[in-house]
């Protein structure tokens, strides 16, 4: 609760975000201070002291033409509407608007912990009670329908860095926007391939640990993640995010791509041999990867590593590429394998040193910055 109430007033104090309302504080909303905020919440939690999941952090995003039609006044009836909606009626939260991107959203914080110590459910609520809110609110208020608004011009985007930094920008909207683009952008043929591309934008897709109900479900929750691949932050579930990426979804993309993937694949290789070939010292064959825009992304779990040609939006498994690589009688690249090299081979001890360099963090690359300043040229020109 700390965290989501802190990330807010953070913003409030940056002059990026206003707390426009406060249901069920015993206070005006100028006269809270952030210990009274939190102490409204805490005596709820104490309640339930076992669970752990005791906040709620939803975000409303609407379209940037509506920008100038959503009052406070009108923003906070909504926000009311749809609390009542998905069963938070009866809960004190906190309502903000965010004034940091060009779209007009809401951050709500909350509770799901009753009076009684009872939990609300919160089980696959996006689907089962946000969606419809969601539909009935549209309606109601003449808003832009997601469905529709998604055929409409995007909304204008800053420059960002490649990889997403948790906290300085809201995670509900970096992991969207960077979630819509791998889709969209890259042939990925496998769950493992998605992950490998998001890996680079400091996100991961997460199926739940093995038995969990999440698993069981096929659920699909997507986490913001540190330089070592380790989760951070609040995840995001896939049924909340535009498109719908559930784990269904992304196993049908898989499907769809492999048929147009080879081409895009067999570029790939030839581009990695054509530099392999070349001979040089370990740290100029890394640099000519990376000018190549080719990066690599190593999977601590599986030990398999994945080359993506951020080019030509591509992305496989490296031993796929030496197996490709034979097939096409070119020389066998050691540091393709996931075999531990041949201490005694000064080519496996040379390879790996390239994967090495390879596989270090490449925050300098701001190819996704790139395609969004593309992407606004190609859109002023309409």
């Known amino acids: 609760m700390n965290d989501a109430l802190a990330y807010n007033e953070n913003k409030v104090s940056k ?17 809270l201070s952030f210990g009274e905020k939190l102490r409204r919440f805490t005596l709820l939690n104490d309640r339930a002291p076992n669970i752990s999941n005791n906040t709620a952090h939803i975000f409303l995003s609407f379209h940037s033409n509506e920008k100038s039609l959503l009052t406070d006044e009108r923003l906070a009836s909504i926000a009311q509407s749809y609390m009542e909606q998905i069963g938070f009626g009866g809960q ?60 409409l011009a995007p909304e204008e985007l800053k420059p960002l860095n490649f990889r997403y930094q948790y906290g300085k920008t809201p995670t509900m909207q970096e992991i969207s926007k960077r979630v819509r683009y791998v889709l969209s952008a890259y042939r990925f043929t496998s769950l493992q391939e998605f992950n490998a591309v998001l890996r680079i934008h400091g996100i991961m897709a997460f199926t739940g640990n093995h038995g969990s109900r999440q698993a069981l479900a096929g659920g699909l929750t997507y986490h913001a993640i540190d330089e070592s691949g380790c989760k951070i ?19 049908k993309q898989c499907a769809k791509n492999a048929v147009t993937a080879s081409r895009r694949n067999q570029r790939l290789v030839s581009k990695i041999n054509e530099i392999l070939d070349t001979h040089r010292p370990p740290q100029e064959i890394a640099a000519a990867f990376r000018a190549a825009k080719i990066y690599a992304v190593s999977d601590s779990k599986t030990a398999e590593t994945f080359f993506i040609d951020g080019q030509n939006n591509a992305v496989i498994p490296a031993t796929n590429i030496a197996t490709q690589s034979n097939r096409e009688n070119k020389p066998h690249h050691r540091f393709l394998d996931h075999r531990l090299p041949d201490q005694s081979s000064t080519t496996a001890t040379l390879t790996y040193t390239i994967l090495d360099e390879l596989l270090r963090p490449t925050a300098t690359v701001d190819q996704y910055a790139q395609f969004q300043k593309k992407k606004k040229k190609r859109q002023k020109g309409r």
């Open 15 to 31: 002059g990026q975000a206003r707390l426009i309302m406060a249901y069920r504080f015993a206070a005006n909303v100028e006269e």
């Open 92 to 151: 004190p939260y906190l309502v903000y608007t965010h004034t940091d991107t060009a779209n007009p959203h809401l951050h709500i914080v909350t509770t799901p912990i009753l009076v009684t110590g009872r939990t609300i459910n919160c089980h696959n609520i996006g689907k089962r009670l946000s969606a419809p809110a969601r539909k009935q609110i549209e309606a109601a208020f003449h808003l832009i329908p997601a469905e529709k608004s998604r055929q």
């Open 233 to 251: 932050g609040v995840p995001v579930a896939a049924s909340n995010i535009a498109t719908s990426p559930t784990l269904p979804h992304i196993l």
